[in-house]
């Protein structure tokens, strides 16, 4: 008769609970296409919030404020002077394409842009344009 090996209880009941657990961890990370907007908002404060600013008033000033960033003409906001000229002819309209290609390498897809941060990873970018989706632009 061949030997079982006895588990301790909690090896087994951790093993229980991963073949459990696993197909829904498996599932959570293959869901890319739904975006986390608080995901997007935590990174947008870590890696964008040193130049951009998300407030009517006040805020960083070295990138134009993003409030009402999607669905405007690229080195269109109004008071920000810093453009390159390069972003101001690109004739880029911001919308999720357009920001999906232009984050995942800003001097790659305008040449001579001044912005320096990119986010090659393809969810987190698209938990960040999720986010920015949601800034509407400031009552005038």
Request: proline share 10%.
């Amino acid at each position: 008769m061949p030997i079982i090996p006895v588990m301790p209880r909690f090896h087994l009941l951790f093993a229980f609970a991963m073949a459990i657990l696993a197909p829904t961890v498996q599932a959570a990370d293959t869901a890319p296409d739904i975006p986390d907007i608080e995901h997007g908002k935590a990174t947008f404060n870590i890696m964008c919030s040193v130049c951009h600013a998300v407030q009517k008033t006040g805020g960083p000033v070295e990138g134009p404020n993003l409030l009402g960033l999607v669905g405007r003409k690229a080195g269109s906001q109004p008071g920000f002077a810093k453009y390159s000229e390069a972003l101001k002819a690109s004739g880029l309209i911001w919308n999720e394409g357009t920001l999906n290609r232009f984050l995942v390498n800003p001097m790659a897809m305008v040449p001579g842009t001044l912005m320096p941060m990119l986010i090659p990873d393809d969810k987190t970018r698209a938990d960040v344009i999720a986010y920015l989706a949601t800034l509407e632009a400031p009552e005038k």
